[in-house]
């Protein structure tokens, strides 16, 4: 193992590389573009025996990668905002297929008016789509998740996609020091693909054929038992990981000081380091409050937000994007997933951090103070409630 | 009164960049033509080219990448009476957006369509667009060079049926200036593809590497209403490139063709039923 001074988008390049990836097919798009240039250099400099193609859109690039898929292949993409969206169509594809891949997506702001900051927008928009989606919150963490997130989509008992994203600028394009394991234990812990393609050699099969009302429910039904599937063996393969590799990864949802807690935030990606520390200095001053990552979004993690929730008075979600007429997508899978349970908490739906605010300590002690006084549901869009920042961005 | 066509935005491409030439052409053109901003529209895509309408004081829509097209076909067809110039990068209409692009030239709308073309994605700083050169080694094509065949856009228009095809180099904003005139004059639909250097990410097709290349047709009797020598003219590449006019046709637009706009456009017609549908619907 060796450490490498590495920004979010070199990690995914050089977890990509580490996990032998065989067809990378993409488009470049702003800030995800680094990822595959990356990419194409060690392919270039024979770092990594792969085959690179840069297609003409990002709906021909997951295409590529699903047919390469389809027939075998590891492959690997990566995109962000406008560029995922248009891979829409084909991310319903990937699932229904059952096409185990791993696509890497920056997640910016989708237009319009344009934007390229950091916001959960575009892959909240694809959450019904049938792919896992990881939200890392460091550079070591987008490794280490891309590296696990092959192992649990190859497994035979899951074959779904799965994204794993990074926040624009905050990870894609800061640099930070990166664990990287060697190849060799990466290789023991993920060995190569399981040669059972969809389409084999000699064996006469076809891809998306028409299925009446009959059949069609049942191809759905699959899809949704593997997606239940996914949880438990994520456990698995993150235990494996750990040991082999040396580090915890900590499942869907990872809280922090949340025992004693009062009140408690949830939080995706890049926010939840900056949410740790106010967690601590908030406690240093006596309030009794705690944090929890939520990395894990598909599938919903329904069992560990209801056993956080037994000891949590009050309980916001901080979401970086937003439903129009709904609470922020997060909030509204925590309010669903503790329907029922006896004495539940509270929950305020936060949206912050969209189109690329910088979310800072002091805007998550805003939230935080806000959490504990109100229980009014929201949403608060808590970027507009700095004063004076209003009129400045018109 | 002196009529302003440039708004207060300062063009934020990068020093030397071709589309400079574009954005001066382009204004030469509307002066000549002497059209009230207010009936210009300006429709682009995504890359540095397509910030183009950002720097003029008409109307203006930067919409997605690849998709101009079908904007200023909306726009066209609400309202006919206005001048649409597309413009947009080699990315943006010969790639990602190029089945768009056909589809309008087949449909003969009358819409303006500089494409200005760099040969590379200048926006993504780099890699490889449908018009790079041959062996040409990108960001994304860093082994081999490019190794997939060049989209050939002027050929490509003429048999997609494009009525206007022309060809400008921005090292030539006075040529490029009358081709645009005559493209907005023109009853249909117009490409302008020009040569418009990317300073920063090319440095294979630059201004000298075009300056030594072209020549005009108009210099060598070329006569664009002949499509076979259009053609031919289409496929010379290498040590000598033709700029200029390739074809001109008279063909009907899909305006002219529509029978909703026989009785003009779309926002100077009363709303509601049209009247022939009057005795339906007494029937009903
Ligand atoms: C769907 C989608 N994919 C990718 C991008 C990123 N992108 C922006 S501009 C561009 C290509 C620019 O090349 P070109 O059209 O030739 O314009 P230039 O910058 O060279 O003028 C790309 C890939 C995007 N905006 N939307
Ligand atoms: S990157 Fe190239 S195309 Fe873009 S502004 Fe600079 S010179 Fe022009
Ligand atoms: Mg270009």
Not at chain 1, 28 to 43: F, S
Not at chain 2, 216 to 245: C, M, N, Q, Y
Request: aromatic share 8%; hydrophobic share 40%; glycine share 10%.
């Amino acid at each position: 193992m060796v450490f490498k001074v590495l920004s979010g988008n070199g990690a995914q390049a050089e977890a990509a590389r580490l996990a032998r990836v065989q067809v990378i097919a993409a488009y470049p798009i702003t800030p995800q573009t680094t990822i595959v240039e990356a990419l194409a250099e060690m392919v270039a400099s024979g770092e990594l025996k792969a085959q690179y193609v840069k297609v003409e859109s990002e709906h021909s690039a997951l295409q590529v990668c699903l047919s390469a898929s389809a027939l075998g292949a590891r492959t690997y993409s990566a995109t962000s905002s406008q560029g995922l969206l248009l891979m829409h169509e084909l991310l319903h594809w990937a699932s229904g297929q059952r096409t185990p891949m791993v696509l890497g997506v920056v997640n910016r702001a989708v237009a319009p008016p344009w934007n390229i900051g950091a916001d959960h927008a575009d892959t909240m928009s694809q959450r019904d789509t049938g792919w896992i989606q990881f939200y890392p919150e460091s550079n070591q963490e987008v490794l280490d998740t891309v590296l696990t997130a092959y192992r649990l989509v190859e497994d035979p008992e899951i074959r779904l996609p799965a994204m794993v994203t990074e926040d624009a600028f905050y990870l894609s394009h800061t640099f930070e020091p990166v664990d990287v394991p060697d190849p060799e234990t990466v290789d023991r812990f993920l060995p190569p693909k399981d040669a059972r393609a969809i389409l084999r050699p000699g064996v006469v099969s076809r891809l998306g054929s028409f299925t009446g009302p009959d059949h069609y429910v049942g191809f759905r039904h699959q899809v949704a038992e593997a997606m239940d599937r996914v949880l438990p063996k994520l456990q698995e393969v993150e235990s494996e990981y750990a040991r082999r590799i040396g580090r915890v990864l900590g499942g869907p949802l990872v809280g922090y000081r949340t025992e004693d807690a009062d009140a408690v935030l949830l939080t995706l990606g890049t926010t939840s380091t900056t949410a740790r520390g106010v967690v601590d200095d908030l406690r240093s001053s006596g309030r009794k409050v705690g944090m929890a990552k939520l990395r894990v979004f598909r599938p919903f993690p329904v069992e560990a937000v209801r056993q956080l929730a037994r000891t949590v008075g009050r309980i916001g979600v901080l979401d970086r994007s937003f439903t129009f007429g709904a609470l922020g997508p997060a909030a509204s899978e925590v309010r669903s997933a503790l329907y029922g349970i006896p004495s539940p908490p509270s929950v305020t739906s936060f949206l912050s951090g969209i189109g690329g605010r910088d979310v800072g300590p002091q805007d998550l002690r805003r939230v935080f103070e806000a959490l504990l006084v109100s229980e009014a549901p929201g949403p608060r869009w808590m970027d507009l409630e700095t004063s004076g920042e209003v009129a400045a961005h018109g | 009164m002196k009529v302003v066509y440039k708004s207060q935005t300062k063009a934020t491409w990068c020093p030397g960049c071709g589309d400079y030439g574009v954005m001066a052409a382009l204004e030469m053109a509307f002066k000549a033509l002497k059209l009230p901003p207010h009936e210009i529209v300006l429709v682009s895509g995504i890359g540095c080219s397509s910030n183009l309408p950002h720097f003029f004081k008409t109307y203006g829509f930067h919409g997605l990448h690849g998709r101009a097209v079908p904007v200023a076909t909306g726009i066209k067809l609400a309202n006919p009476s206005l001048t649409v110039v597309v413009a947009g990068g080699d990315g943006d209409g010969y790639g990602i957006g190029l089945g768009h692009s056909l589809h309008a030239m087949r449909r003969n709308l009358d819409l303006t369509y500089v494409v200005m073309d760099n040969e590379i994605y200048g926006l993504t700083t780099g890699q490889a667009s449908p018009t790079s050169t041959l062996g040409a080694k990108t960001k994304s094509t860093p082994l081999t060079g490019v190794i997939e065949a060049p989209v050939n856009p002027l050929a490509l228009a003429l048999s997609a049926g494009a009525t206007f095809v022309a060809r400008a180099f921005s090292g030539d904003p006075k040529q490029m200036a009358d081709l645009l005139v005559q493209g907005i004059r023109h009853k249909g639909f117009a490409l302008v593809d020009v040569f418009s250097p990317c300073v920063t990410y090319n440095h294979l097709n630059t201004f000298d590497y075009f300056r030594s290349r072209v020549y005009k047709l108009e210099s060598v009797g070329h006569d664009p209403t002949d499509p076979v020598a259009a053609f031919r003219r289409t496929l010379e590449w290498g040590e000598r490139i033709p700029t200029g006019l390739f074809y001109r046709a008279e063909r009907p637009t899909y305006e002219d063709l529509e029978p909703a706009l026989k009785d003009g456009p779309l926002p100077h017609q009363r709303a509601g039923f049209p009247p022939d549908v009057d005795p339906l619907k007494e029937f009903y």
